[in-house]
């Protein structure tokens, strides 16, 4: 079987304590899981980062941000950067997130923050994904290839790039490609990176919409290593449940 990834991706959801809570319980969930080929993210915000790093360690349970700045430092106000990233302890990072995308991170500076966070030590959840209308439109090969080729242009150490196909139609509206479709476009994505940048067994988890009822048909869609969760992710037990569901 291939090694799963679980990601949960909690968005702008839990306080601090809640966020300390939410791992505390993960942590114990997922001492009882036989879980030798998973690996676990959790995606905090930025201020729960240390927090959730130090509960984390040791445990199964592994910790990305859920954005970066392209720049080193300077004047950003409000920003942080790769190396903060890395100094809290922080393995992974999300990248491309259709919900930044829409409030104006472009493809060059997801390229640069994709650059800027390997150049830290740091993996990436790198998000791609098109809206309904391009679908509606049969544009959306045309945005994968886009969105990977801009997104990847000049970067090295590719085997530290996870992917993650979420089409923005499925983020949050409980509607799950069917499995034809989905098959397709992984198949598409993982055929444009093998040949436009020769990465044989690249890591693609789908994301949109992933619950504890529909995971069991999704998993078997064996193109797919693993998920990326947003609202089932924030809930212990459901999370618990779909890594469970994900490697039995
Ligand atoms: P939902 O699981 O809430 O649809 O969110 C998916 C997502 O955007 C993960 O990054």
Redesign the pocket.
């Known amino acids: 079987m291939r090694a799963k990834i679980v990601a949960g991706?909690w968005k702008m959801n839990k306080t601090v304590s809640e966020g300390a809570q939410l791992v505390e319980e993960l942590k114990s969930g997922l001492a009882k899981v036989d879980a030798s080929d998973v690996t676990v993210v959790v995606s905090p915000t930025y201020v729960s980062l240390s927090e959730v790093v130090k509960i984390a360690a040791g445990s199964l349970v592994n910790v990305a941000a859920q954005n970066v700045h392209q720049e080193a430092n300077g004047a950003y106000t409000g920003e942080i950067s790769a190396d903060m990233l890395k100094s809290v302890g922080v393995g992974y990072v999300i990248i491309g997130?259709s919900e930044n995308r829409t409030t104006g991170e472009t493809d060059l500076i997801i390229n640069k923050k994709i650059k800027s966070s390997i150049n830290n030590g740091l993996k990436i959840i790198f998000?791609i994904g098109e809206t309904l209308l391009q679908r509606k439109k049969k544009l959306t090969h045309k945005i994968l290839k886009n969105q990977i080729s801009k997104g990847l242009k000049g970067v090295k150490k590719l085997n530290k790039v996870l992917f993650?196909y979420?089409p923005v139609w499925?983020?949050?509206t409980g509607i799950v490609p069917k499995a034809n479709d989905l098959e397709k476009n992984v198949n598409f994505i993982r055929n444009n990176l093998s040949n436009k940048f020769r990465l044989k067994n690249p890591k693609i988890l789908y994301?949109?919409?992933?619950n504890t009822k529909n995971v069991k048909n999704l998993k078997e869609i064996n193109i797919i290593d693993g998920f990326?969760?947003?609202?089932?992710s924030q809930d212990p037990k459901k999370f618990i449940d779909i890594v469970k569901k994900t490697f039995n």
């Open positions: 991706n997130h998000c993650a979420e499925s983020i949050g994301g949109g919409s992933v990326l969760i947003g609202a089932a």
